[in-house]
């Protein structure tokens, strides 16, 4: 009876902690379109376009790879770095040289932190 009770309140907890992909997911498929619908039918010559597609850019980087490396820091390290290396390229300074760098950054930020 007690290790029923036991059980019981054990598959309780793994269910409240579990983690749900499926939001994560829509909200992906809801980014990635409105980012679609920003490069086929907005014009680049609209002032706040080129913010919005980096926010969005942004947003799908850190949700996807959040979820696909089960890990929102190293997520939202990977999107900042990639994020910043688009910018870079839209500025015209993005080389294979910057993307090392950052890529150096990024890792050694994240052994920095997962060491801490």
């Known amino acids: 009876m007690k290790s029923a009770m036991l059980k019981g309140e054990f598959r309780k907890k ?25 490069i086929t039918y907005v014009s680049p010559d609209n002032p706040g376009i080129i913010f919005l597609f980096f926010i969005f850019l942004f947003s799908i980087i850190l949700f996807s790879t959040s979820m696909a490396f089960a890990n929102s820091r190293r ?25 090392l760098l950052i890529f150096a950054l990024c890792v050694s930020c994240e052994i920095y932190l997962s060491k801490k």
């Open 14 to 38: 793994q269910i409240r902690l579990r983690k749900n992909f499926f939001p994560t997911l829509i909200v992906i498929i809801i980014l990635i379109t409105m980012l679609a619908l920003i």
């Open 75 to 99: 997520g939202l390290l990977t999107a900042i770095g990639s994020t910043i290396f688009v910018i870079l390229r839209y500025v015209g300074i993005g080389s294979l040289i910057n993307f």
